[in-house]
């Protein structure tokens, strides 16, 4: 009997040390994100990390409307270096990741002919993240413009409200999409192969997509906050973006 209390002592003071954390994840990152939570529970186990994915930009918007997240993974640094100018971010935005953009086909395509594929009669509808608020639907359409084809094309684009939904477009109802390359590294995108559904879009012809991340107001003081940001700062974070495709400054 002393033996069960005292096991229900220990249990209900785990659950009293317990942290629950909010963070607000650009949508790119939300096939890293469960590994990147798995390895960071092996160091800090007492803390839950709770993620709430979505664009940079809807994010940013539900940042300053209240919402409780007390840390931002965005997928550039034009919003969190916003939120830090108007004092809703406490630190100053730090890269964390580089991201790049890749076609993608559920077809067999082309794919010598480089980003001139998008213009191709075959390719009738074109999968890309809405410009306005996905980071790299912004750099989609800079690539367009770069290879002089955007006039040729913007017919054709089909606009998702995240980087996870435009993969989701491209598999099921375009016949190309312009998507975030870390995504070619969850399981599930594995049978689509290199050179034959998907190939790396040339990266001059967009500036390179630095990824910020903050700490908010509402994570101010709080150590779980706080060892997570110093964890997706470090090296074991490092290698596991590397791991999807990520480059890492």
């Given at each position: 009997?002393?033996?069960?209390?005292?096991?229900?002592?220990?249990?209900?003071?785990?659950?009293?040390?317990?942290?629950?954390?909010?963070?607000?994840?650009?949508?790119?990152?939300?096939?890293?994100?469960?590994q990147l939570k798995k390895e960071f529970n092996k160091a800090y186990p007492e803390t839950e990390v709770r993620v709430t994915l979505g664009?940079?930009?809807?994010?940013?918007?539900?940042?300053?409307?209240?919402?409780?997240?007390?840390?931002?993974?965005?997928?550039?640094?034009?919003?969190?270096?916003?939120?830090?100018?108007?004092?809703?971010?406490?630190?100053?935005?730090?890269?964390?990741?580089?991201?790049?953009?890749?076609?993608?086909?559920?077809?067999?395509?082309?794919?010598?002919?480089?980003?001139?594929?998008?213009k191709e009669a075959s390719i009738n509808k074109i999968a890309i993240a809405n410009p306005k608020t996905a980071p790299y639907g912004k750099?989609?359409?800079?690539?367009?413009?770069?290879?002089?084809?955007?006039?040729?094309?913007?017919?054709?684009?089909?606009?998702?409200?995240?980087?996870?939904?435009?993969?989701?477009?491209?598999?099921?109802?375009?016949?190309?999409?312009?998507?975030?390359?870390?995504?070619?590294?969850?399981?599930?995108?594995?049978?689509?192969?290199?050179?034959?559904?998907?190939?790396?879009?040339?990266?001059?012809?967009?500036?390179?997509?630095?990824?910020?991340?903050?700490?908010?107001?509402?994570?101010?003081?709080?150590?779980?906050?706080?060892?997570?940001?110093?964890?997706?700062?470090?090296?074991?974070?490092?290698?596991?973006?590397?791991?999807?495709?990520?480059?890492?400054?």
């Amino acid at each position: 009997m002393f033996k069960k209390i005292v096991l229900g002592l220990l249990v209900l003071s785990s659950f009293a040390l317990a942290e629950v954390i909010n963070i607000a994840v650009a949508a790119n990152v939300s096939y890293a994100i469960p590994q990147l939570k798995k390895e960071f529970n092996k160091a800090y186990p007492e803390t839950e990390v709770r993620v709430t994915l979505g664009s940079s930009g809807k994010l940013t918007a539900q940042i300053k409307n209240g919402a409780p997240y007390g840390l931002f993974m965005a997928a550039n640094m034009k919003y969190p270096k916003a939120l830090h100018v108007d004092k809703i971010a406490i630190t100053k935005p730090v890269i964390y990741a580089q991201g790049s953009l890749a076609m993608l086909s559920n077809k067999k395509q082309d794919f010598t002919k480089g980003i001139e594929l998008a213009k191709e009669a075959s390719i009738n509808k074109i999968a890309i993240a809405n410009p306005k608020t996905a980071p790299y639907g912004k750099a989609a359409v800079e690539a367009f413009k770069n290879a002089k084809i955007y006039d040729s094309t913007k017919d054709k684009l089909v606009y998702a409200e995240s980087i996870s939904q435009t993969v989701a477009y491209t598999i099921t109802a375009t016949d190309l999409g312009f998507i975030a390359k870390s995504s070619l590294y969850s399981p599930k995108m594995a049978k689509f192969k290199k050179n034959i559904n998907w190939v790396d879009v040339n990266p001059k012809l967009y500036t390179p997509i630095n990824q910020g991340i903050v700490i908010l107001k509402n994570g101010e003081n709080t150590k779980g906050v706080k060892d997570f940001y110093d964890f997706i700062l470090g090296q074991k974070a490092r290698k596991i973006f590397e791991s999807y495709g990520y480059l890492v400054p």
